[in-house]
């Protein structure tokens, strides 16, 4: 199974289609931040960034948001089932234009939180590289959504869910990918529309 899934994966890269399918740790982070420079320094064709994960650990987060917005290939990012916290930052920092969704995909927005322990003067550092590292999100978010940085903190003051519509009317991507069967059926109908038949 596992060699199966190996294989899988590297066939993908190939195809310069990349899987964020896990929580976002280190020695994950490290891997995918590894193939996509090494992508993006072979061929300047696009990248594609599948994301379908609970959510990743900050430091290794910010690494893969920060490489690829210095990639210099086009990246296109895909929610398949849900995003949460973190990972809607990764598929929100796609580019403007090819950021999607499939139709029951899910995302979440919430506060980022610490668990400092220790001396007075600690627990202060800590506390205040943690508002360092939130007003840094909240700055990104804002770019990559167009939503006003004082909304951006409004809504990030607590859980915030999204749906597909409407992390589409948010900003977070541009469009929600629709099955092949819809699509037939909506051109169906507007052809029929444009025959006066509809």
């Known amino acids: 199974m596992y060699l199966r899934l190996t294989r899988t994966l590297t066939m993908q890269y190939r195809e310069r289609v990349i899987w964020i399918g896990q929580h976002i740790d280190e ?38 948001y920060d490489t690829m917005q210095y990639l210099r290939c086009p990246v296109a990012t895909r929610c398949l089932g849900y995003a949460f916290d973190l990972a809607t930052f990764i598929v929100a920092a796609g580019d403007k234009g090819d950021r999607s969704a499939m139709p029951y995909s899910r995302f979440i927005l919430r506060p980022i939180s610490g668990a400092a322990r220790g001396q007075a003067d600690t627990v202060q550092i800590e506390a205040n590289e943690l508002l ?11 770019k990559q959504t167009g939503q006003p940085i004082e909304q ?30 819809q699509v037939a059926d909506e051109d169906e109908d507007e052809e029929l529309e444009g025959k006066g038949l509809f």
């Open 27 to 64: 020695e994950f982070s490290n891997q995918i931040v590894a193939t996509m420079l090494y992508l993006d320094s072979i061929d300047s064709k696009k990248l594609v960034v599948n994301v379908y994960i609970p959510s990743g650990d900050t430091t290794p987060t910010l690494a893969l």
């Open 132 to 142: 360092k590292v939130r007003d840094y999100l909240h700055k990104e978010l804002a």
């Open 152 to 181: 951006i903190y409004k809504d990030l003051k607590r859980l915030k869910w999204f749906t597909s519509p409407e992390a589409l009317e948010y900003g977070i991507i541009d469009r929600i990918i629709k099955p092949d069967s």
